[in-house]
Every structure is written in structure tokens, then in C-alpha cells.
């Protein structure tokens, strides 16, 4: 089995910043992509970041976001800076990851409600 545990989310006024955290455990054998996705009331979810060897970013979070990863940790960080009310959502981690049985599939988080005050 695999798990993903995330921590940092919560309320936070605008221009502030918050850190999310994502480590993976279980039956890993492998961890390629990691990332981060977010869905606000009403939308769909939506790509935020993700890290391979490199990073992608949504364009609304460019400049403001930076996702980093600590591979022997198996754990992603999403650091949000300048955080804006339109950043609020429910922010899931996402890993691709290849288990010792040799499966390779898409795992997620819990989801993190992360509340922007104006």
C-alpha cells in the first residue's frame, strides 16, 4: 500500500504565505512525478506544480509558488508566497509512483483546505 500524508494547509490573509508538505510511504519502489493540484468551489481541479527533474507551473502561481522535493524523504513541499483569495482551494498532492510489485500508478492525497482572507 501507498499513502500520501499532507500538512501546512489552513487560513491565511492575503499577500501571506503558507507551506504545504506531502510524503509518500508504503510499498515504494520508485516516486517519478510529484505535484500538486488544486480545486476550488465550482471548478475543476487544476495542475498547480509538479517536479520531475524539472518543475512545471500553472501559469497564475508563476513567480509566486515554488515546489521543491527531498527524494529521501519521498516528500514534496509547495511553498506559496504572496498568496491571493483566488488561491483558495483544496490543494491535493499527487505521485506517480512505481510500487515493489512493479504497478506504476497515479497516487493522492487527502486534500488540504487552504483559506485566503482579502
Known amino acids: 500500500q501507498v499513502q500520501l500524508v499532507e500538512s501546512g494547509g489552513g487560513l491565511v490573509q492575503a499577500g501571506g504565505s503558507l507551506r504545504l508538505s506531502c510524503a509518500a510511504s508504503?510499498?515504494?519502489?520508485?516516486?517519478?512525478?510529484m505535484g500538486w493540484y488544486r480545486q476550488a468551489p465550482g471548478k475543476q481541479r487544476e495542475l498547480v506544480a509538479s517536479?520531475?527533474?524539472?518543475?512545471k507551473y500553472a501559469d497564475s502561481v508563476k513567480g509566486r509558488f515554488t515546489i521543491s522535493r527531498d527524494n529521501k524523504k519521498r516528500t514534496v513541499y509547495l511553498q506559496m508566497n504572496s498568496l491571493k483569495p483566488e488561491d483558495a482551494a483544496v490543494y491535493y498532492c499527487?505521485?506517480?509512483?512505481?510500487?515493489?510489485?512493479?504497478?506504476?500508478?497515479?497516487?493522492w492525497g487527502q486534500g488540504l483546505q487552504v483559506t485566503v482572507s482579502p
Open positions: 499527487n505521485a506517480r509512483i512505481v510500487t515493489t510489485w512493479l504497478i506504476e500508478n497515479d497516487y
Open positions: 517536479i520531475t527533474d524539472s518543475t
Open positions: 508504503g510499498s515504494i519502489l520508485s516516486i517519478k512525478t
